[in-house]
């Protein structure tokens, strides 16, 4: 199936700790994305990378550090963990930049 | 500022009516403008999308409207059914850094179609 995979569905963790979730594509598209989605369902973007390179940076915390090893795979790993980073984070690719997204089916994270 | 806001935030509706939901946005800029479905547990999924060369667009029972003058577009549901019942999101392009683009999301309508 083409599509965008994220792992893990779901991540309970404790304050503190250090978390990756990881995603990849196969649609061949060169931008990927991540969202965070917070308890009201509002739906923001943190980072977005073209062909490997970051070109969105949304003043997210250094805490967050996307990692992206080639352009069909894009890594979220946060450090230090905060309740307030509990939230829904999407994975998306698209073709160009701002355009039709391609969603993945999300990671629930909860920070305990 | 980059803004774009969305009402209602709930809607319900009978099976066979039709439901509107209406976004503006606040950068005349803006050339591009898609609808989603988030259904529950379920990642966001484009329903129908607008460039702002065109006024009106339709794909069989949805279709969206762009009033470029207002900075407003609307979705239009006809004929709902159970299955249409999810939440719906508008987004708008921004540009970012002079270079690049990126989507400012509305705040969601949680449609109710009751059977």
């Known amino acids: 199936d083409t599509a965008v995979s994220q792992t893990p569905k779901y991540l309970v963790t404790q304050m503190g700790n250090d978390k990756s979730i990881k995603c990849e594509q196969n649609?061949?598209?060169?931008?990927m994305y991540w969202y965070k989605q917070d308890s009201k369902k509002f739906l923001k973007i943190m980072f977005s990378?073209?062909?490997?390179?970051?070109?969105i940076n949304e003043t997210v915390p250094n805490r967050f550090s996307p990692k992206s090893p080639d352009k069909a795979h894009l890594n979220l790993h946060i450090n230090s963990l905060e309740l307030g980073d509990s939230a829904v984070y999407f994975c998306?690719?698209?073709?160009?930049?701002?355009?039709?997204?391609?969603f993945g089916p999300g990671t629930r994270l909860t920070v305990t | 500022g980059e803004n774009v806001e969305q009402h209602p935030s709930t809607l319900s509706v009978q099976e066979g009516d039709s439901a509107v939901i209406k976004c503006t946005y606040s950068d005349s800029a803006s050339n591009y403008f898609p609808w989603y479905k988030q259904e529950l547990g379920k990642g966001p999924q484009l329903i129908i999308d607008?460039?702002?060369?065109?006024g009106e667009k339709k794909d069989q029972r949805i279709a969206v409207t762009l009033n470029k003058t207002a900075k407003h577009f609307s979705l239009h549901i006809t004929e709902t059914q159970p299955e249409d019942s999810a939440v719906y999101f508008c987004?708008?392009?921004?540009?970012?850094?002079?270079?690049?683009?990126?989507?400012?999301f509305g705040t969601g309508t949680l449609l109710a179609v009751q059977p």
């Open positions: 649609l061949g598209h060169d931008t």
């Open positions: 998306a690719s698209s073709q160009d930049f701002g355009q039709d997204g391609t």
């Open positions: 607008i460039r702002s060369n065109v």
């Open positions: 990378y073209n062909n490997k390179e970051l070109i």
């Open positions: 987004a708008a392009s921004f540009l970012y850094g002079g270079a690049t683009n990126k989507l400012i």
